[in-house]
């Protein structure tokens, strides 16, 4: 794992975008894995602006986001596929972009659907990620074992506390989701970590400096060859 601290989120979002850019010039085809939350939504922004500015082009490339609430419509504001489109998919000119459907009839198909679709694109190069507090990446909840493949996952308490902000009441979160495994995850090529404010700090030190463990989702990325974490200085301030 490869751990830089920033000064400001700004800085991360510079630099998250640095990524992709590299990734995007070194291979224009590259399938990329996105996430959603507030983490990301600078990065987007930064992605915007490069390709406003012509530098950055996705007219190759695929995308293929993390997870999807199961039984919000694409038409709710708060369903991933919503985000997406808001934040970056109507501002760039990404051709194919994939999310699980959380509106499908049989939810299991469509888990072994999406994990088919992703090694069909050639597999992930550069995935993006967010931690939760509670040390998810992706849906990959803490629990008493590592779940691999594309799954269908409840929400813990804590995960659907912290996207309250997003609904009117926490009886409107949904308590379940799609999510990418932890080893549909671990195959991509290339994986970025985010994490910002003091609030990420103790699962961030979990996560770099902690055990292995299911209880800390994000603390087996320290398993794969190509981890590259980007942090502000208040998500960082726990680190020895
Ligand atoms: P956040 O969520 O970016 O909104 O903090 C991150 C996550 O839950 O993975």
């Given at each position: 794992?490869v751990?830089h601290v920033?000064?400001?989120?700004s800085?991360?979002?510079?630099?998250?975008a640095?990524?992709?850019?590299?990734?995007?010039?070194?291979?224009?085809?590259s399938?990329?894995g996105?996430a959603?939350?507030?983490t990301?939504?600078?990065?987007?922004?930064?992605?915007?602006?490069l390709h406003?500015?012509?530098?950055?082009?996705f007219s190759?490339a695929?995308?293929f986001n993390l997870?999807?609430?199961?039984?919000?419509?694409p038409?709710?504001?708060e369903?991933?596929i919503?985000f997406?489109?808001?934040?970056?998919?109507?501002?760039?000119?990404?051709?194919?972009s994939?999310?699980?459907n959380?509106?499908a009839?049989?939810l299991e198909?469509?888990c072994l659907?999406?994990?088919?679709?992703?090694r069909e694109a050639?597999?992930?190069?550069?995935q993006l990620?967010?931690?939760?507090?509670?040390?998810?990446?992706?849906?990959?909840?803490p629990?008493?074992s590592?779940?691999f493949d594309?799954?269908l996952?409840a929400?813990?308490?804590?995960?659907?506390h912290?996207?309250?902000?997003?609904f009117?009441?926490?009886?409107q979160v949904p308590?379940q989701?799609?999510?990418?495994?932890?080893?549909t995850?671990?195959?991509a090529r290339?994986i970025?970590?985010?994490a910002l404010?003091?609030?990420?700090?103790?699962?961030?030190?979990g996560?770099?400096e902690?055990?292995?463990?299911?209880?800390v989702p994000?603390s087996i990325?320290?398993?794969?060859?190509?981890?590259?974490?980007l942090?502000?200085?208040a998500?960082?301030s726990l680190?020895?």
């Amino acid at each position: 794992m490869v751990v830089h601290v920033f000064d400001q989120a700004s800085q991360v979002a510079e630099a998250a975008a640095a990524v992709f850019t590299a990734q995007l010039l070194e291979k224009p085809d590259s399938v990329l894995g996105l996430a959603t939350g507030s983490t990301p939504v600078d990065t987007y922004a930064e992605l915007i602006r490069l390709h406003e500015h012509g530098v950055l082009d996705f007219s190759r490339a695929t995308s293929f986001n993390l997870d999807e609430y199961v039984g919000l419509p694409p038409s709710h504001p708060e369903s991933y596929i919503a985000f997406m489109k808001r934040n970056l998919f109507d501002r760039i000119n990404l051709k194919r972009s994939y999310l699980p459907n959380g509106m499908a009839g049989d939810l299991e198909r469509e888990c072994l659907n999406y994990e088919a679709l992703i090694r069909e694109a050639g597999g992930v190069d550069l995935q993006l990620l967010g931690i939760g507090n509670n040390g998810h990446i992706g849906f990959n909840e803490p629990g008493e074992s590592f779940v691999f493949d594309t799954n269908l996952t409840a929400l813990t308490p804590s995960t659907i506390h912290a996207n309250r902000r997003f609904f009117d009441s926490e009886e409107q979160v949904p308590r379940q989701a799609l999510s990418m495994g932890i080893g549909t995850i671990l195959q991509a090529r290339h994986i970025l970590l985010l994490a910002l404010g003091q609030g990420k700090a103790e699962v961030v030190k979990g996560m770099v400096e902690g055990s292995i463990t299911p209880q800390v989702p994000a603390s087996i990325l320290r398993g794969h060859p190509r981890v590259t974490v980007l942090l502000d200085r208040a998500a960082a301030s726990l680190l020895s």
